[in-house]
């Protein structure tokens, strides 16, 4: 029980690093897209989601009525159309997340939309507690995980201990046989 214990745990330790490498496409809106219709709630779908730098974030919309502009938290606020960071408007934006431990802000650049709510402010998760242990541990880790081998070494001795139980009756059997040959060399006297 104990190697697989030890087992499950390096596999989940390595599917966690391995997750929490692995870049994600967020669907703004999700099926909904980038919109004004259906009254979607882009805080909340923001908020459902935790953001990594590496990640992607992804508008999809009707290039006729929306584009995408990314703008200051100020101008989010304000929904000041006019001092873009960035402009998008092909309908179908991935726009890469870079920078950890930061908020971007888009809005649509269109007249009224995003005083309607479309608008998304993204918070970056930043990367310390998530990536300091998979990217400063390996090295501590693959210490451990060269530790751990040995682990599995002894646990590779269950079937020693079956082989150990095997000679435990070897020996128990030896035992009875030196008995039995000191009871004879005995009943020689
Ligand atoms: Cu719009």
Redesign the pocket.
Known sequence: MGFSSKALVFFLVTMMAAASSMAATYDVGDTKG???MGDVNYDEWASSKTFHAGDTLRFV?NRD???VLQVTSSDYKSCTTTAPLATYWTGNDAIPIIGDDDHFYFI???PG?CEMG?KVGIQVAAQVPAISPPSATPPPHSTPSATPPPPSTPSATPPPPSKSSASYLLSSSLLVGLVGAATYLISMY
Do not use: P
């Open positions: 980038w919109t004004i919309y009525y929306h584009n649509c650049g269109i939309h479309q």
